[in-house]
């Protein structure tokens, strides 16, 4: 987290593959706010993800969740569109 903080990233993108996101996410999105940065720096969620799971993570405060049937193409264009809106919301 420190690392991305001083290197001033747009996004985070983590994908977890164990079922464990209901418990990496909301600490993962508690460390971006301890820092003042949530929104700053987007969190992205990939993997093993429950449709069910997928508005919740959402209303935590995760950008955008990748599911695993997601191309590689898939994956490059989610982080353009949320990394350009992002940027084009920053520049107004």
Do not use: Y
């Amino acid at each position: 987290m420190s690392a991305a903080v001083d290197e001033d990233v747009d996004m985070i993108g983590v994908s977890i593959l164990s079922g464990a996101h209901m418990t990496v996410f909301p600490r993962l999105i508690e460390l971006l706010e301890r820092r003042g940065v949530l929104g700053e720096i987007l969190l992205v969620a990939g993997g093993v993800i429950p449709d069910e799971d997928v508005a919740e993570l959402k209303r935590l405060g995760v950008a955008e969740v990748v599911g695993q049937e997601a191309t590689a193409d898939d994956v490059i264009a989610t982080v353009q569109r949320l990394v350009e809106a992002k940027r084009a919301a920053t520049a107004r």
